[in-house]
T-cell receptor
Framework: DAGVIQSPRHEVTEMGQEVTLRCKPISGHDYLFWYRQTMMRGLELLIYFNNNVPIDDSGMPEDRFSAKMPNASFSTLKIQPSEPRDSAVYFCASSPTTGGNQPQHFGDGTRLSIL | AQSVTQPDIHITVSEGASLELRCNYS??????LFWYVQSPGQGLQLLLK??????LVQGIKGFEAEFKRSQSSFNLRKPSVHWSDAAEYFCAVGSRGGYNKLIFGAGTRLAVHP
């Protein structure tokens, strides 16, 4: 069974450019989470969806960040315009059902470098 | 509010030695507890989870963890560490209120000396 798939694995771009990160959750999982990992701040939850609906976006750092989930098999995290401080590893995770007892399954992440 | 504390940022052990990674949580009821491992350049992989029942849970790769309610702890253990266990380990707590949201600790980076 395929795991969570993220693309691209690495992205290097210049400040001010738009960046789009993509995620395909595990089939049948109805929760999707976006995280950011940095040395300074550790693992931060940015936003999560349930049945394609955003539930909590309080972790999104600024209006420059936006996330969408147009269908059950695809989500994007967009940064526009990008800044050097956005450099981090971004993870997508998915989990099935509800109740707080289902573990999250993580993708391998996108390593983003903003020059 | 829920929180997770991993007191040790870095731990170094010799190959073959035993290992214990500490995790303390703050939660008003019996939480769901998880340990994840992250190898360099990879995502987080679930090692084990505790929901209820037996307080000693077994996981993958020879790891186990013990839930101690009186100490609000969920420490991860392995009797004999292998060089391939070098990675970062994250403890996490999940709420019983739904939505599968997890609160992660800051992580413990494990180095293994040959």
């Amino acid at each position: 069974d395929a795991g969570v798939i993220q693309s691209p694995r690495h992205e290097v771009t210049e400040m001010g450019q738009e960046v789009t990160l993509r995620c395909k959750p595990i089939s049948g999982h109805d929760y999707l989470f976006w995280y950011r990992q940095t040395m300074m701040r550790g693992l931060e939850l940015l936003i999560y969806f349930n049945n394609n609906v955003p539930i909590d976006d309080s972790g999104m750092p600024e209006d420059r960040f936006s996330a969408k989930m147009p269908n059950a098999s695809f989500s994007t995290l967009k940064i526009q315009p990008s800044e050097p401080r956005d450099s981090a590893v971004y993870f997508c995770a998915s989990s099935p059902t509800t109740g707080g007892n289902q573990p999250q399954h993580f993708g391998d992440g996108t390593r983003l470098s903003i020059l | 509010a829920q929180s997770v504390t991993q007191p040790d940022i870095h731990i170094t052990v010799s190959e073959g030695a035993s290992l214990e990674l500490r995790c303390n949580y703050s939660y008003g009821a019996t939480p769901y507890l998880f340990w994840y491992v992250q190898s360099p350049g990879q995502g987080l992989q679930l090692l084990l989870k505790y929901f209820s029942g037996d307080t000693l849970v077994q996981g993958i790769k020879g790891f186990e963890a013990e839930f101690k309610r009186s100490q609000s702890s969920f420490n991860l253990r392995k009797p004999s560490v292998h060089w391939s266990d070098a990675a970062e380990y994250f403890c996490a707590v999940g709420s019983r209120g739904g939505y599968n949201k997890l609160i992660f600790g800051a992580g413990t980076r494990l180095a293994v000396h040959p």
